[in-house]
Structures are given as C-alpha cells and as structure tokens.
C-alpha cells in the first residue's frame, strides 16, 4: 500500500512508502489528490514542477504546496507525477485533467501542507514520509 491515513484529530495525516525517494514524492502527490479528489485520470494537461530546498522535508511541503496552488489557480486535478530527486531539487511533470464539479466532488478540501509533524526517513529498504494535510 503506498498511502495510508493515519488516526489525527481534526486534520488528515498520511504515511507514504515507496521503494525510491523518487517514487515517494510521487505517491504523496498523489496521495494528496486521492483525498481532496474521489476521481481523477489523465485528461491531456501536463505541468512541470521545479523546486529546491536547503532539506527534504521542506522540499516535500515545497512540491506539494506548489502543486495545491497550481491546482487551485488553474482548476487541474493531477492522477500521475513522475519524479526526479538530486539532492534537494526536484524535477516533476504531473499529468491530470481539467476539474469538473460533476466527477471531482466528494473529497476533502486541502487548506495547506504542514510542517507539524513531518518525518522522511528509512524503514529497511523503503522510504517513508508521514505528512499532515490543513484540512
């Protein structure tokens, strides 16, 4: 399972693995879209993503508020996010489709991604990320 939900009080808090750290900036991003929508799919719109930070958890709020806000600006709702890690810069391209209040209703709204919280770390050969999204 690359994301679960986590038990948090008033907000909603996820663990994400993946087997790169690559993959795992990936699956929180999507992640993050499975819960503010119930159906997304690759509908032709491509947005590339570029974002550097002086560490890794301030590069995972970093790419995930700047996908939020692009979705929020031009009304896209991303399903796939191909990632690429050096360092702490990120290179992205994600891929959705326009928002259509008919099929995207039903999620939850995300305010923000917080840094209350926030683990990356290495679980064996798995990386792992516990974010908490401002709901």
């Known amino acids: 399972m690359p994301f679960e939900e986590l038990p948090h009080q008033a907000d909603v808090r996820v663990r994400v693995t993946a087997d790169s750290c690559d993959a795992l900036f990936a699956e929180a991003a999507r992640a993050m879209f ?3 929508y119930v159906a997304c799919e690759e ?17 995972m709020v970093d790419f995930l508020s700047e996908l939020l806000f692009i979705a ?10 191909e990632v690429t890690v050096k360092g702490t810069a990120l290179e992205a391209v994600a891929r ?30 798995e990386f792992c990320s516990e974010i908490l999204f401002d709901v």
């Open 96 to 125: 959705g489709e326009a928002f259509d209040p008919d099929r995207h209703r039903g999620g939850m709204e995300i305010k923000g991604v917080s840094y209350s919280g926030l683990r990356i770390f290495r679980d064996g050969e």
């Open 43 to 59: 509908g032709g719109i491509e947005r590339r993503v570029s974002v550097s930070a002086p560490d890794m958890p301030q590069m």
């Open 72 to 81: 929020e600006v031009e009304r896209v709702v991303f399903s796939s996010f």
């Open 34 to 36: 499975s819960i503010m």
